[in-house]
């Protein structure tokens, strides 16, 4: 509407500018009058031009500051809602004075930001569940109302609580909770679940405030469940979600399926939104590089699903219902990875960029942005607090406002050595990762450090090396995902092009991590600090309002693209392949991997852990070779059962050795023994005596077993090498095998949390291994003083340790 007046008036002057001159002297107007008024209309198009964007950024910042004044100062919603009659009767009477119109409606939206707030606000009365934290346990039931973000040792649910029971009475409450329940709950969207636990509020941390982020998300308790957790009813919740998340784990699942770790969580972040499974160290990796853009999902992955859903629409359907479709499917795809903040800003940038083409009209990224932003602030204000929209936002800012003018930058100072075409090339080289990456850490770096408090040194470098890559990791596993839903063998295949980009990538981000003074710690950025460099950067930043177009276009070359396939294809064979050693693998929290001179693989206990299992077996694996030769579980407790139940979902096994099942199964049990009758996996039962032959010269014994207690020591050995795995073994057992008289001697021993001097001094070894459980977990100086002898290793200490057996002699790496 106000571009139409402001044509209209643009006419209107010059019309009236002629006619007048026409009045007056009843003679046709001289050129110079018409150039006078047409030079009038130019600057009024200029104007308005102008005027346009600075109104909506104006607003939305208004929008902002509204929100932020009410959180700081609590005044009641009834005076906001009478604040507004300033504005309104403000923009009666000054109606027609832009300046003042302008600013009326800023005053106008201020306060609508103060008001949404207060509205947002949470009311918590007795009929709350946040009224029963901190009341003990008591029995709850509710539904799951979100996908299961499903770690290591729990299962996290969005869990809204309708009923609780209290001493014997049953009470109606209204809440959503954040539900830990144990990891093998298989409980799923829409599911009613009964579950026995406390409610508590959520805990404020030094540098974090966990309380405030999961009140972000309108949850106000955490219930941790005793014991099982019972599902009442399926199917309860809402058809379209329940579809949407169905693909969702059916996606997930394939991904597992066609690749290994830590490759496939990775591209489960990319793709699906689904980050928890990607283990510790890759994810410090990305964070210490600046790359963890990488993982989460941006406007890059909205603008490649927005060019695929509009070339297929157009196919099939008219070019107004194609810009429907598009929509729809981005709207689709947002709420299939969880709709962060990241996605949602992302997403109606994109959707507004699908309408400007449809309706041909330029869309100013500026404004997109800013109107994202004002959208999703009406939507949720909380979502201001959010630091992933934080950094989405001023990433997205950073490109519109820096990459053209650093592009020009370049392109005049390589004019100086080069020809003017010569200089294009080399900047358009670098627009795609060097120049994108530096605009965007001009405007997050401050923010980055201020947060997590560690400036990095090799983000660039880092970034203009693996940013070309992520378009083929995007269209090459989604395309793999999508046929291996549904032609598993053809996904296959189309999974080992992506999978060499992903390795490409993670080996990238982890030398660069590991890189000296590839980042550092430093202290804390005070807020006035980081409020005064953007006052300073955007202050000095001039900024044309004419539209911005960064041309983010990649262009890999198809030769450069086959050579990094085959390149990486080889360099995983090289270091993959067996090397006539043995490679014994201990991981912090008990997983051990072991493999023979000619690859045979065995892993131990799976630890408590299965991201870190997952990711060491990946990485030390061909990313085809999906078997493992054998696996052994030596007590049946949840923390071993653990990662041996990930990886008996995502590897073939070829045999389990297994001990006697416990008097009380739990549900992990339950699921490791389902899993083994559905896979139809050879299992053969931990007894004194068995002998299983893995490789020449190369064999698991089982030197002791004990059903009561569903525990087994196991020795390997490598020729005349001996590993002995004690670390269940009680001081009973350690006394019964004593006295059975066998020799107990080996080179090195992962040894039981408190071991006799007796059974120390029969083992003898050289090295003991210590299993840390948690990052607190050490030695009792009783276990160091009978081990005083053989050198120790801790898992706490060195996070892995990898022992390598070549001939009689062993290297510790």
């Excluded at 947002?334 to 507004?352: C, N, P, Q, W, Y």
């Excluded at 929209?389 to 930058?409: D, E, H, N, R, W």
């Excluded at 983000?459 to 083929?472: D, F, K, R």
């Excluded at 051990?592 to 991201?611: E, H, K, L």
Aim: hydrophobic share 55%; with cysteine; glycine share 6%.
């Amino acid at each position: 509407m106000e571009k139409r007046v402001g044509r209209f008036v643009q006419g209107f002057v010059i019309v009236g500018v002629i006619a007048s001159r026409a009045a007056a002297k009843q003679s046709p107007p001289r050129e110079s009058e018409i150039a006078s008024a047409q030079k009038t209309r130019r600057a009024m198009t200029l104007r308005s031009r102008d005027t346009a964007p600075m109104t909506l950024i104006y607003l939305a910042l208004a929008f902002a500051a509204g929100i932020i004044f009410a959180a700081q100062f609590n005044l009641p919603l009834i005076v906001f809602a009478w604040w507004l009659i300033l504005p309104l009767g403000a923009l009666v009477i000054w109606r027609r004075d832009p300046g003042m119109r302008r600013a009326q409606f800023c005053l106008l939206f201020f306060l609508l930001g103060a008001i949404r707030y207060d509205l947002a606000l949470p009311q918590l009365d007795e009929n709350s569940l946040a009224a029963h934290n901190g009341r003990g346990a008591m029995l709850l039931v509710g539904a799951v109302v979100g996908y299961p973000d499903v770690r290591d040792r729990t299962t996290n649910l969005r869990f809204d609580v309708t009923r609780v029971r209290i001493e014997g009475v049953w009470r109606e409450v209204s809440g959503v909770a954040l539900l830990q329940a144990p990891r093998e709950t298989g409980a799923r969207y829409g599911d009613q679940l009964q579950v026995f636990g406390e409610p508590q509020t959520p805990p404020e941390f030094e540098d974090f405030s966990y309380r405030e982020y999961l009140a972000r998300q309108d949850i106000h308790s955490i219930v941790r469940a005793y014991g099982a957790v019972k599902i009442l009813a399926h199917d309860q919740g809402n058809p379209f979600f329940a579809a949407l998340y169905a693909l969702r784990e059916r996606a997930l699942a394939t991904i597992h399926a066609l690749f290994p770790e830590p490759a496939a969580s990775l591209l489960a972040g990319i793709l699906l939104g689904v980050e928890s499974g990607i283990p510790r160290d890759v994810r410090d990796a990305f964070s210490a590089t600046n790359t963890a853009h990488i993982v989460a999902i941006s406007g890059f992955n909205i603008a490649i699903i927005a060019g695929l859903l509009s070339a297929l629409a157009r196919r099939v359907v008219s070019a107004h219902r194609a810009t429907l479709v598009v929509i729809l499917g981005l709207i689709a795809y947002t709420l299939l990875v969880g709709a962060s903040a990241s996605v949602v800003r992302a997403a109606i940038m994109g959707s507004l960029g699908v309408l400007a083409l449809h309706y041909h009209r330029q869309n100013d990224a500026l404004n997109a942005l800013f109107v994202a932003a004002l959208l999703m602030l009406a939507l949720n204000p909380f979502t201001l607090y959010d630091l992933g929209f934080q950094l989405s936002f001023l990433a997205t800012l950073g490109l519109i406002l820096y990459v053209t003018p650093i592009s020009a930058a370049f392109e005049s100072f390589f004019a100086r050595f080069t020809s003017s075409d010569r200089a294009k090339q080399i900047v358009g080289a670098l627009n795609d990762s060097f120049i994108v990456t530096l605009a965007a850490q001009i405007t997050t770096t401050p923010l980055i450090v201020f947060a997590f408090h560690r400036l990095s040194f090799v983000g660039l470098l880092t970034n203009l090396i693996i940013l070309p890559a992520q378009p083929a990791v995007m269209i090459w596993g989604g395309l793999a995902t999508i046929l291996g839903m549904i032609v598993p063998p053809v996904g296959q295949v189309i999974a080992w092009i992506a999978w060499a980009f992903l390795a490409f990538s993670i080996a990238v981000v982890q030398f660069t991590a590991s890189l000296p003074f590839g980042s550092i710690e430093v202290g804390r950025l005070g807020l006035p600090i980081l409020a005064a460099y953007y006052i300073v950067l955007f202050g000095l930043t001039r900024v044309g309002w004419e539209t911005l177009r960064a041309r983010l276009a990649l262009r890999p070359a198809l030769a450069l693209g086959i050579a990094l396939v085959v390149g990486v294809w080889a360099w995983n064979l090289a270091l993959t392949a067996p090397d006539g050693k043995t490679h014994v693998v201990f991981l912090d929290g008990g997983t051990t991997i072991a493999q023979s001179p000619r690859g045979a693989r065995v892993v131990i206990d799976g630890g408590a852990s299965p991201s870190a299992a997952l990711s060491a077996l990946g990485q030390r694996m061909p990313f085809w070779d999906r078997t493992i030769d054998l696996l052994v579980l030596t007590d049946a407790d949840d923390d071993r059962l653990s990662a041996l139940i990930a990886l008996l979902e995502r590897y073939d096994i070829r045999q389990i050795v297994q001990v006697a099942a416990p008097a009380k199964p739990t549900a992990a049990y339950f699921k490791w023994r389902d899993l083994i009758a559905s896979k139809r996996v050879p299992v053969t039962q931990a007894e004194v005596g068995l002998e299983i032959a893995v490789d020449r010269d190369w064999r698991l014994e089982i030197v002791f077993a004990r059903a009561e207690t569903s525990s087994a020591i196991a020795r390997v050995r490598v020729g005349n090498l001996a590993f002995l795995f004690a670390e269940s073994a009680s001081a009973d057992d350690q006394t019964a095998l004593l006295k059975a008289g066998d020799d107990l001697s080996s080179l090195v021993l992962i040894a039981p949390r408190k071991i006799t001097n007796d059974f120390a001094d029969a083992v003898a070894p050289q090295f003991a291994i210590f299993f840390a459980r948690t990052a607190r977990d050490q030695p009792s100086p009783d276990w160091l003083a009978a081990l005083a002898r053989a050198t120790i290793l801790q898992t706490r200490e060195r996070k892995v340790i990898e022992l390598i057996v070549e001939g009689n002699s062993l290297i510790v790496r």
